[in-house]
């Protein structure tokens, strides 16, 4: 199975902005829970935001209003206000609970200050 495959990091200055985006080769039902994680160095995978039905988000607290996650037919993207250093890390997508199989190569997004 081809797993998830996510784009759109990159370099950016602290309080810039970059959208995420995540596609799959196979349809993903709206219905199901999509999220997106991310992982720096020294630390383990941690859950960003997810998307419930295409249409309910909820956001890890560190997020605070800065990041909005939304689904356009396959891809899911996340869109990153107002980065902060501490945001670097690579950023993956995956269903929520997470499907092993699923876990892509991530993007990574530097945020410098």
């Not at 081809?2 to 370099?11: A, D, N, Q, R, T």
């Not at 985006?21 to 960003?48: D, N």
């Not at 419930?52 to 560190?62: K, P």
């Amino acid at each position: 199975q081809v797993p998830l495959v996510e784009s759109g990091g990159g370099l950016v200055q602290a309080g810039g902005s970059l959208r995420l985006s995540c596609s799959a080769s196979r349809r993903i039902p709206i219905a199901s829970t999509m999220g997106w994680y991310r992982q720096s160095p020294g630390h383990e995978r941690e859950l960003v935001a997810r998307l419930v039905g295409g249409s309910t988000s909820s956001y890890a607290d560190f997020v605070k209003g800065g990041f909005t996650i939304s689904r356009n037919g396959a891809n899911t993207i996340l869109q990153m206000n107002n980065l902060k250093p501490e945001d670097t890390a690579v950023y993956y997508c995956n269903q929520w609970p997470p499907i092993q199989h699923d876990w892509g190569q991530g993007t990574q997004v530097t945020v410098a200050s």
